[in-house]
């Protein structure tokens, strides 16, 4: 496995190559079956050649119109087998690769699922939606028509040549040494293709990522007026990938020339060969004829084949950028390791650091009790944040420990955290479907009346009620249209069912109005009560209504302690409250 600073892995061909032995394995009897057909399918086209030899042969001997007939009839019966058994192989083959694509389907959702969020941040949902989108659709294509082609063409291509070499060992010779330029082509191509289409592959996620992070955050980039550097940007990551498309066009323009005007010469060879054989009386002119007609025959799966290896060397970059997956740090997480002793949380030492930045945290030390309310300010960038997440489990710290009951948050699997620790931003998500379906994400088991009891804790019980069919109201791009504050409140409403008993607020009602906003904090500490709530407070009224306050400056926790004891205090929350009063710095 590969991988590009905080870019998903790549498999490596070795890794292809496994993968690919396993989905095989997984449905060993219908690639079985696929093989016997085009073996046979083979065999059956191999009686064209042979038959038609055989009647030259019979006419120049002299011999009667009826076995040229008989000849001539077993030779359309031959065809017709051939056609039939093509047929019913590829059929089988297709079969085959829309079961194996369903599994590589799966699996791709599956590992998508395992990424830890920091990966995918890092990552960018642009590559991870190139490779579930794109590069699978190209994995399918070759399961679907490029395998069962290749099975196909790869039998009829091998038992031509046997044919040749049956007829004369030396024909065969002359025919496979021909081939040689063929074969330096294709050693030439193969040296470069796989890290040209992965090059390809790279500069399309980053497209993708480019495009998604700009339509994504339209408003900022309208507020702050950089479309001319989002243009520029789209423009460099077009650049990167023209340039990268234009690299396999060439590979491509190299390599089919050569391979076009390399397949009229094991034919010439042969007829040159067999025409001097023919006239020292070594060969009769109807075996020359049947080895010229099997290599001329032979090119045509030949050139599918070659075709299919361009399509095999796309396709595998594809299939590589989509088994790197399995190679991504998953959550690792199972359930089965300790328990959490209580409900008490430990920040021990912690420090973190970005992979493209410097540190973040320095050193933080923090206890939060169990049924605490605590409140996190200070300025932007002072690393409030990042604590949240190492809190909630999304990052591990690069030093220290961050614990709840003893255990490490980050050693905790995904359904054991949820009922420990909820983290809820203001980054939010309405799926299409009900407004019901979109709650019960939280809480399969839950009933109406719970659903309906989350809704009016965060206030959003009133234009649910309103809408067409209440909870049955389908809600997304299909359906109604939700705006910020209402998706928010559906977001808060999912952490009420989830029930945790440690709910981390970073920014989570930054979308709603004051009035909105206060109305639906009060909600929820009303619901939580005897729960401990962490809240990232940008609202100083937050930390006014806290049991303790954290004042978080340049990555270091300055000060902690109750409102009152800090505004007498007269340090960093002093000011900060009264700034946010309006009341005057004092001297």
């Not at 056609?83 to 590992?111: K, N, Q």
């Not at 909105?516 to 904090?521: F, G, I, L, V």
């Amino acid at each position: 496995m590969t991988a590009d600073g905080g870019r998903l892995p790549v498999a490596g061909p070795a890794g292809v190559r496994r993968a690919a032995t396993r989905l095989v394995r997984a449905d060993g009897w219908a690639v079985a079956g696929v093989v016997l057909l085009n073996a046979v399918a083979a065999g059956a086209g191999l009686a064209g050649p042979w038959l038609l030899g055989r009647i030259i042969d019979e006419v120049r001997g002299g011999r009667g119109v009826g076995e040229v007939d008989r000849l001539a009839f077993t030779l359309v019966l031959c065809a017709l087998a051939q056609l039939l058994l093509v047929r019913w192989a590829r059929y089988a083959g297709h079969r085959f690769g829309e079961r194996t694509l369903a599994r590589v389907r799966e699996e791709f959702v599956d590992r998508a699922l395992a990424l830890p969020a920091s990966v995918v941040e890092r990552a960018g949902t642009g590559d991870l939606t190139t490779r579930g989108t794109a590069d699978v659709a190209a994995v399918g294509t070759t399961l679907r028509d490029a395998g069962p082609e290749l099975l196909v063409c790869g039998a009829q291509a091998l038992l031509t040549l046997a044919a040749v070499f049956v007829i004369d060992p030396l024909l065969g010779a002359v025919g496979v040494l021909a081939l040689t330029p063929i074969w330096c082509a294709l050693r030439w191509y193969l040296r470069r293709a796989r890290s040209g289409y992965l090059a390809q592959g790279a500069a399309d996620s980053e497209v993708a990522e480019v495009l998604a992070s700009t339509a994504a955050g339209a408003r900022t980039v309208e507020a702050f007026r950089l479309q001319e550097r989002r243009t520029a940007a789209s423009r460099d990551a077009l650049e990167t990938a023209r340039r990268a498309r234009f690299h396999t066009l060439y590979l491509r323009t190299v390599f089919f020339p050569v391979v076009e005007t390399s397949y009229s010469l094991p034919v010439a060879g042969v007829l040159l060969l067999g025409g001097w054989l023919h006239g020292r009386g070594a060969l009769s002119l109807g075996a020359v004829v049947a080895a010229a007609l099997y290599l001329r025959q032979f090119t045509e799966p030949l050139d599918q084949i070659l075709v299919r290896v361009e399509q095999l060397q796309s396709s595998g970059a594809s299939f590589a950028r989509v088994e790197g997956l399995a190679g991504a740090p998953a959550t690792g997480r199972e359930d089965g390791g300790p328990a959490p002793a209580d409900d008490r949380i430990d920040v021990t030492g912690v420090r973190y650091a970005y992979e493209r930045g410097g540190e973040v945290l320095r050193g933080v030390d923090l206890t939060v009790r169990p049924g605490e309310r605590l409140a996190v300010v200070g300025p932007s960038g002072a690393g409030k944040t990042t604590l949240s997440r190492l809190l909630a489990g999304v990052d591990a710290p690069s030093a220290g420990r961050v614990t709840v009951g003893g255990v490490p948050v980050a050693d905790l699997a995904p359904e054991t955290l949820r009922r420990q620790v909820v983290l809820v931003t203001q980054e939010h998500h309405v799926f299409i479907g009900t407004v019901r379906e979109n709650l019960l994400i939280a809480e399969p088991a839950a009933t109406d009346d719970a659903v309906w009891a989350a809704l009016a804790a965060v206030g959003a019980d009133g234009w649910v009620r309103e809408l067409p069919g209440g909870l049955d109201a389908v809600l997304g791009l299909s359906g109604r249209r939700t705006d910020g504050s209402q998706a928010q409140q559906l977001a808060l409403a999912r952490v009420v069912l989830a029930d945790p008993h440690t709910l981390i607020l970073d920014e989570a009602t930054a979308l709603l109005d004051p009035t909105t906003a206060r109305h639906t904090e009060r909600a929820l500490a009303a619901v939580l009560r005897g729960r401990t709530v962490i809240a990232i407070a940008h609202r100083l009224h937050t930390a006014h209504d806290a049991d303790r306050v954290a004042v978080m400056e340049d990555g270091r926790l300055t000060e902690l302690g109750a409102h009152e004891e800090l505004v007498a205090a007269g340090g960093a929350y002093a000011a900060l409250w009264r700034t946010w009063h309006g009341e005057p710095r004092r001297g």
